[in-house]
């Protein structure tokens, strides 16, 4: 399961989204795989329970 502290969100880049980059970097981290930012957006629109904690 992927989790991500306060501390993956604050080193976070300053993205879109500063959650898009901690979420690419935990996923890489947990799986090897290095995710494109567009890809994880694209999925958390289309797959958050609450979209409206999305902008």
Same mark, same amino acid.
């Given at each position: 399961?992927?989790?991500? +502290?306060?501390?993956?969100?604050?080193?976070?880049?300053?993205?879109?989204?500063?959650?898009?980059? !901690?979420? /690419?970097?935990? #996923?890489?981290?947990? +799986?090897?795989?290095?995710?494109?930012?567009?890809?994880?957006?694209?999925?958390?629109?289309?797959? !958050?329970? /609450?979209?409206? #904690?999305?902008?």
């Amino acid at each position: 399961m992927l989790s991500l +502290t306060t501390t993956d969100v604050n080193k976070a880049p300053r993205s879109h989204l500063p959650l898009l980059g !901690a979420v /690419r970097k935990e #996923l890489r981290r947990q +799986t090897g795989h290095n995710a494109d930012e567009k890809e994880i957006e694209r999925i958390l629109q289309a797959e !958050a329970l /609450r979209s409206d #904690l999305l902008v």
